[in-house]
Each structure stands twice: as structure tokens, then as C-alpha cells.
């Protein structure tokens, strides 16, 4: 079946502008997760939802970063005034229930000029 | 807090080598353990999991051990191909009842050599 897809596969912007990156989960699963991954590093968790309320959003950065999945299904995390050291590639991840293993899907490189 | 060390890359084999990429764990409670791995150009896939102390992982010739004593899930093959050149992260969850972040360890690059 259909995994996690993500669009789009790449993004470039310039520092101050606003970005949406999207993600569409497995069908079914209920529980979707955003993480950033820098150069050379592993992934870092941003925010959870489960069903459509985020659940945890302690790993998003600072004000300028939010997310929304207002149905339930499809995510959207929005980035206003980029900076250059927002560029990473953005994954987003999803579960069939909480307490499942998640699957990630290909991400988006954002890279800010 | 909760975190995840592994061996520093990149790791360079020749094919048909035995590898072994190291991987400890801190955690405040008893986290599944994973394996997760990125090859070129791709995203993130699960490799294998153990959910429980002494559990054992396997997936397409890799293992891994979850020892509960050493709080380390080292990843292993007996002999590894050119198609294994990869990037691998150990990575731990199941820390909290209601939700279930993933916490990652920095990864480790292997490169096979024919």
C-alpha cells in the first residue's frame, strides 16, 4: 500500500519568507509526528498529533514554527520569517496508534538562501 | 535525560566483512529499541525492533540484542554487501504511556567496498 508521502521533496526559499511543507500519512493511522533533521545528524522531534490536536508540540523551535492537521489525515507544518538555519530535511512521520512503529516518510529539504 | 550514543562514523568495510555498529542507551523507564536505516537518495525505514530485554531483532541479515544490563542494542551482520552502504541509527521510544516520540542516536555511515 501507499506510505507516507511528503511535498514537496524540495524547497528553496529565501531568509524571511514563509514555507509550507506537507504531508499526507498512511490511511488509517491516527497518530503523525514531524521531526527535523539537520546535516549529519539524526532526527529531532518537533510535534505529535494525535487524530487532529497536537498532543506535544515541545519540540518545535520558537513561535515561528506550527502545524496543523485539521481532519485528522493530512499535516501541514508552516514556517513564517525563515532563517538559514532552518534548512534541514523536514520528515514527517505516522502510526497506526500511539504506541505503534512509525513510518517515515521520503521528507523535504528546505534550504534557505 | 533520555538519548542515544553510537559509534562515530563513517565505517568502512569490503564486502563480506562482519560489522558491528555499537549502540547504547540512557533512559528513565524500559524503551523499545530500534534500528533504523537511510540509504542514499531515500527516507528513513525501519530495520528491525526489540521491544523487551533480551528481545532479539533480525531483518535481511542484520541482528540486534537488547541488553537491559549493558542498556545497549549493538547491530550486527555476518557479512555485509556493497548494497548495504547506508546510513543507521539506533533509536529508542515507548517512554511515555500516552505517546510515543522517537529519540535518535546521530547515526553511523557504512560504506562496503566491492
Known amino acids: 500500500g501507499a506510505g507516507v508521502s511528503q511535498t514537496p521533496s524540495n524547497k528553496v526559499t529565501e531568509k524571511g519568507k514563509y514555507v509550507e511543507l506537507r504531508c499526507d500519512p498512511i490511511?488509517?493511522?491516527?497518530?503523525l509526528y514531524w521531526y527535523r533533521q539537520s546535516l549529519g545528524q539524526g532526527p529531532e522531534f518537533l510535534i505529535y498529533f494525535q487524530g487532529t490536536g497536537a498532543a506535544d508540540d515541545s519540540g518545535l523551535p520558537n513561535d515561528r514554527f506550527f502545524a496543523v492537521r485539521p481532519e485528522g489525515s493530512v499535516s501541514t507544518l508552516k514556517i513564517q520569517r525563515t532563517e538559514r538555519g532552518d534548512s534541514a530535511v523536514y520528515l514527517c512521520?505516522?502510526?497506526?496508534?500511539?504506541?505503534?512503529?512509525?513510518?517515515f516518510g521520503p521528507g523535504t529539504r528546505l534550504t534557505v538562501l | 535525560g533520555n538519548s542515544v550514543t553510537q559509534m562515530e562514523g563513517p565505517v568502512t568495510l569490503s564486502e563480506e566483512a562482519f560489522l558491528t555498529i555499537n549502540c547504547t542507551y540512557t533512559?528513565?523507564?524500559?524503551?523499545?529499541l530500534f534500528w533504523y536505516v537511510q540509504y542514499p537518495g531515500e527516507g528513513l525505514q525501519l530495520l528491525l525492533k526489540?521491544?523487551?530485554?533480551?528481545d532479539k531483532g533480525s531483518n535481511k541479515g542484520f541482528e540486534a540484542t537488547y541488553r537491559k544490563e549493558t542498556t545497549s542494542f549493538h547491530l550486527e551482520k555476518g557479512s555485509v554487501q556493497v548494497s548495504d552502504s547506508a546510513v543507521y541509527f539506533c533509536a529508542l521510544s515507548g517512554l511515555k504511556t500516552s505517546y510515543d516520540k522517537v529519540i535518535f542516536g546521530p547515526g553511523t555511515s557504512l560504506s562496503v567496498i566491492p
Open positions: 490511511s488509517g493511522h491516527t497518530a
Open positions: 512521520a505516522s502510526s497506526l496508534s500511539y504506541s505503534d512503529t512509525q513510518y
Open positions: 526489540a521491544t523487551k530485554a533480551d
Open positions: 533512559a528513565t523507564g524500559y524503551p523499545s
